[in-house]
């Protein structure tokens, strides 16, 4: 008999009840589940880790800068959350397929979108500036949750295919008071869906925090569907790492989903829209400076003599780079032709697509400056 007459009902633990191997100071630190998972990461694959996270610090400082000068219409910013991006998609393989909230830019760079996809929707020009699959990522979801249904109906379908290949779910802390995702864990469990999902524990929803949604770690939950899970640092990229290498290849292998708690922080706004000092405290923001995802790779580098001025410009380049096509992408994005925004819709011909097309054809005619289009 199971009694679960005294659930537990304190608050969340400790942030720094994670699994770790890397310290904030830099340090690595032994950890018996996830050690193997990393055995493979020498210091050149380490740099490359560290040069993703840091071009995509500087891509996500180009998207608030472009905002901020009115060329995009908002920006989800996502510094602070490096590690859990970069670390998690450089788990995947390119027969993995990625469906993600509207924060992932990592996971988008990672799995190889464009510059002009990475501003294109933000500046209001297309619904998706991405083709899913050449990318192996789902066009970015803004319904809260939704994606990780759609996450276990993919995995569902490449089992069935029998394929070797896994869908990631990502999604905030937030999403895990919705109901989609307590019947995406529900699905999952039960078909044993070749899914990982991937809860990036940022600490804060908008404006509420983790701690008034959730009575206990959010990873936690998981086995009470029936799936295994475990809470990382999700400032410490190789953690990350390796807690997605080893759900990824439970989900690959048949023995079924996984649930990873990457425990990371918010740095900025919600988005462009928000201001965060009107919820949280400076001293909050202050403690999390202190575990900085990029600082704790530098930090352990630079201690193994991997970290020189010649990286350090090698990483800039790239990052300016990058941002500078980003920029261009923005500036020479041309306004598509309204009606083509119903092209793709359907892949068939369909009546009703065909009656909104006619319909909203007269309605821009209306608009012409001749007359006659008016009368
Ligand atoms: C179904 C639904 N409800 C509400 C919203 C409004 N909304 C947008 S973002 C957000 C908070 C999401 O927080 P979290 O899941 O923790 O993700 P984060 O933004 O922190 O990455 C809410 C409530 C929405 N987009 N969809």
């Known amino acids: 008999m199971v009694y679960t007459l005294a659930p537990v009902t304190a608050p969340v633990d400790s942030v720094e009840d994670v699994a770790r191997l890397l310290s904030p100071d830099g340090t690595r630190l032994p ?11 020498d210091p050149p694959a380490l740099r490359g880790l560290y040069r993703d996270m840091a071009v995509l610090r500087r891509v996500d400082a180009e998207g608030v800068a472009l905002q901020r000068q009115g060329q995009l219409g908002l920006w989800p910013p996502c510094r602070g959350q490096e590690a859990t991006q ?5 788990a995947m393989r390119r027969e993995d397929f990625a469906f993600t909230s509207y924060r992932e830019l990592g996971v988008f760079l990672t799995r190889g979108a464009t510059p002009a996809d990475v501003v ?8 998706s500036s991405m083709d899913p699959a050449q990318v192996g990522v789902a066009i970015p979801q803004i319904i809260i949750g939704a994606q990780t249904v759609h996450a276990v109906g993919y995995a569902m379908g490449i089992q069935r295919d029998g394929a070797e290949a896994a869908s990631m779910a990502y999604f905030g802390d937030g999403a895990m008071s919705e109901g989609d995702v307590g019947e995406a864990m529900v699905f999952a ?3 044993a869906a070749p899914v990982v999902f991937l809860c990036t524990n940022n600490q804060w929803a908008i404006s509420e925090p983790v701690s008034l949604q959730s009575r206990i770690p959010l990873s936690r939950r998981a086995p009470g569907y029936g799936i295994p899970s475990i809470r990382v640092d999700g400032n410490d990229v190789l953690a990350c790492l390796a807690a997605t290498r080893w759900a990824l290849d439970r989900a690959r292998t048949g023995a079924g989903p996984a649930f990873i708690e990457a425990v990371t922080y918010r740095m900025g706004p919600h988005t462009t829209s928000d201001d965060p000092t009107r919820y949280r405290d400076a001293a909050e923001l202050a403690f999390w400076e202190q575990r900085d995802p990029l600082a704790r790779v530098e930090a352990h580098l630079r201690a193994i003599g991997e970290f020189d001025d010649v990286f350090r410009d090698e990483v800039a380049a790239a990052a300016d780079e990058l941002c500078g096509a980003v920029r261009t992408a923005c500036l020479d994005a041309r306004t598509p032709e309204p009606l083509t925004m119903l092209d793709d819709v359907y892949a068939e011909p369909h009546p009703a697509l065909d009656l909104q097309r006619e319909r909203l054809g007269a309605y821009l005619a209306s608009f012409a400056d001749d007359g006659e289009a008016r009368a």
């Open 86 to 90: 970069i670390g998690s998609a450089r």
């Open 189 to 191: 469990a039960t078909f």
């Open 120 to 127: 294109l929707t933000w500046r209001g020009e297309t619904h």
């Open 31 to 41: 950890d018996r589940h996830l050690d193997a998972w990393v055995a493979d990461v």
